[in-house]
């Protein structure tokens, strides 16, 4: 697991507009690994314009209203192992 996780941290060496194909909608939308780490530096450059970055700031939303909703459910429906 170790080993696979350093192996991701090296594409984020580089920017996403080098990656083709399916390794770039895999980085991009499956793994976010591009998103994480290029967006912040576009936006620092100047490379991100406001449309991207409102929608940037409500997939976010998004995406934490989900997180916190399975995480309630998975809450819901756990049961300790010891009692």
Same mark, same amino acid.
């Given at each position: 697991?170790?080993?696979?996780?350093?192996?991701?941290?090296?594409?984020?060496?580089?920017?996403?507009?080098?990656?083709?194909? *399916?390794?770039?909608?895999?980085?991009?939308?499956?793994?976010?690994?591009?998103?994480? %780490?290029?967006?912040?530096?576009?936006?620092?450059?100047?490379?991100?314009? *406001?449309?991207?970055?409102?929608?940037?700031?409500?997939?976010?939303?998004?995406?934490? *209203?989900?997180?916190? *909703?399975?995480?309630?459910?998975?809450?819901?429906?756990? %049961?300790?192992?010891?009692?």
């Amino acid at each position: 697991m170790h080993e696979l996780f350093l192996s991701a941290l090296k594409f984020l060496e580089y920017p996403q507009n080098i990656y083709k194909g *399916m390794i770039r909608i895999l980085m991009i939308y499956i793994i976010p690994l591009a998103t994480v %780490s290029n967006v912040p530096a576009e936006k620092i450059l100047g490379k991100v314009g *406001m449309i991207d970055t409102i929608e940037i700031v409500l997939l976010s939303i998004v995406f934490f *209203m989900l997180t916190r *909703m399975c995480y309630r459910l998975a809450l819901k429906r756990y %049961s300790s192992a010891s009692s």
